[in-house]
């Protein structure tokens, strides 16, 4: 083997340790998109009965349980017995579960007992059973695999149990809660679509404020001279390390003494103070490390802090802003202590929306699902915009030589 080639292969199998890692890192995070994904979109029957990897059984009902225990009286037609018409809809619509239907092998015809006790199916063949008696009698259509009625019912607020918003709204008609035209639903106060528009009014204005100060601030610790800077700069480091509950109640009595309870403003200024003590520090560091040249020439051609600030750092500045963002919108969005605590369901985001979905007794899963989707691909949708930034190359274009 000559030597080109072995140095080849040592070092592709020297990056299998990695590949393995990347690869088993995607796959922890994908799995769950994945399961998450395909669930939204199950019927909810099927989302409670099977879990999401079941989707690609098939799921014809199968005769065989039929054929051991009935076939023989019922026939393979299910009308041998005259009385009873196994393949009429209306008779098998009657039994709404197995147990209705296994209540009849305790009757008695003729003499002798519907089917002796030794002879019944186990609970798994019954359901199979009725299944495909279901199907077969035309006594319910055959669910779709896939169905967008999830989103359609979290997106009008539909919640009753079992149905969806589309039969209820087919055999029911409006109602004065439901006006069964889509986008007025939709655009309900207490619809989801809503909840997206609070989450922003909350989270655009929460990500920028912090960022901004934090700008100035940093531009203030890394290039101005003044007393106490040193001692500010440790104290701003502890504040990260206060925990936000802690100052739940302090700040809730002086909200309700300014009146901002249950105001945008309020939960703006909460994430500000929280954003700003690690937004501070990380642009300081960021803004420190640049070349002091730059700044300085600019300083001695004559412009102005203002203006170095802006034309100079902020641009040069805008890696550590876009991660910075990222970092604050997805915290913000993802919040949900704070949104309750401060605008509650007065201003329902997004968040608390999720939360209200799941029943107490852990139902409402189809719907939980599609919102949970709905939630969560926004910011990554903040991400993959950003994320350009990040690869940006630093300094690129803005030294000469
Ligand atoms: C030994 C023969 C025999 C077997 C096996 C049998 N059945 Fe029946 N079944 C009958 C007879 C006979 C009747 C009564 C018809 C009548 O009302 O006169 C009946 C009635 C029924 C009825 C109507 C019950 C009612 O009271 O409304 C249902 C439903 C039914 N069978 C389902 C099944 C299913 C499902 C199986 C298989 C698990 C099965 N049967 C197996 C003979 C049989």
């Not at 109640?249 to 009146?259: E, I, K, Q, T, W």
Request: proline fraction near 5%.
């Amino acid at each position: 083997m000559n030597r080109v080639l072995r140095e080849r292969l040592i070092s592709i199998i020297n990056r299998i340790p990695l590949h393995v890692a990347v690869i088993g890192l995607c796959l922890i995070w994908i799995l769950p998109t994945l399961g998450l994904l395909i669930t939204s979109f199950r019927p909810q029957q099927a989302v409670n009965e099977t879990g999401w990897w079941e989707v690609v059984k098939s799921q014809e009902p199968t005769s065989t349980a039929y054929q051991t225990y009935c076939t023989d009286c019922h026939g393979a037609n299910l009308s041998a017995v005259p009385s009873i018409d196994l393949g009429a809809s209306d008779v098998v619509s009657g039994f709404t579960n197995t147990r209705r239907l296994a209540v009849t092998f305790n009757r008695e015809y003729n003499g002798a007992v519907h089917i002796p006790e030794d002879q019944r199916p186990d609970d798994e063949s019954l359901r199979e059973i009725l299944d495909y008696l279901r199907i077969e009698s035309g006594a319910i259509k055959m669910p779709p695999r896939f169905t967008v009625n999830n989103y359609k019912d979290v997106m009008v607020g539909y919640d009753a149990r079992g149905g969806t918003y589309d039969q209820a709204c087919e055999e029911e008609g409006p109602t004065p809660t439901r006006s069964c035209d889509f986008w007025e639903d939709a655009t309900r106060s207490d619809a989801i679509f809503k909840g997206v528009l609070n989450s922003f009014a909350v989270s655009i204005p929460s990500t920028i404020l912090p960022i901004l100060l934090a700008g100035f601030a940093a531009y203030a610790f890394a290039w101005l001279d003044f007393r106490g800077r040193k001692v500010m700069f440790a104290l701003l480091v502890g504040l990260q390390i206060v925990p936000l509950q802690m100052t739940l109640v302090p700040v809730f009595r002086l909200y309700a003494d300014l009146g901002l309870n249950g105001s945008f403003l309020g939960v703006w200024l909460f994430h500000t103070g929280f954003g700003l003590p690690y937004a501070i520090y990380l642009m300081r560091n960021f803004i420190a490390g640049l070349p002091r040249e730059i700044v300085e020439s600019a300083y001695l051609d004559g412009a102005g802090h203002w203006r170095v600030f802006r034309v100079i750092i902020m641009p040069l500045a805008l890696p550590a802003i876009a991660a910075l963002s990222i970092f604050q919108f997805m915290w913000v969005w993802n919040d949900l202590l704070v949104a309750l605590i401060f605008l509650g369901n007065k201003a329902p985001v997004l968040t608390y929306q999720l939360s209200q979905l799941m029943d107490s007794l852990g139902g409402g899963w189809h719907r939980m699902t599609a919102a949970a989707f709905i939630s969560m691909a926004i910011p990554l949708a903040v991400f993959l915009l950003f994320q350009r930034y990040f690869v940006r190359g630093l300094l690129s274009g803005s030294v000469k030589g």
